[in-house]
């Protein structure tokens, strides 16, 4: 189960929860700025594929991890938890910003 995605703006006032990573329709309000709260827990999980088993860090329980819609001028929070036994590091792919 995925962790509720907070959505909140100074423009459109309150906060609001959106269940897992929901991109948030903000069509009503042109440029709107906004910040989004993500955390992500890190675990291990064992994978069979092709008759084979191999033990593979998680993030939420998903492989690859979970997707990060955002517009120019969002502001992403992002907190990992590291509940791998050993230090581990995250890579952002395709960011354009």
């Known amino acids: ?5 907070i959505v909140s703006s100074p423009i459109l006032g309150d906060t609001k929860n959106v269940e897992g990573f929901a991109k948030l ?3 009503f309000v042109k440029n709107a700025a906004i910040t989004m709260h993500y955390k992500f827990d ?3 999980k064992n994978v069979t594929r092709l008759s ?10 998903l492989f690859p991890g ?8 969002d502001r992403l929070v992002i907190k990992v938890v590291n509940h791998v036994q050993y ?7 395709e960011t354009n910003r």
């Open 1 to 5: 189960m995925s962790s509720p995605l």
């Open 66 to 73: 979970p997707r990060i819609i955002d517009r120019e001028g």
């Open 42 to 44: 890190t675990n291990m």
């Open 25 to 27: 329709d903000t069509t």
């Open 87 to 93: 230090n581990t590091s995250l890579h952002w792919y």
């Open 52 to 61: 084979q088993t191999k033990s593979i860090m998680t993030i939420n329980n």
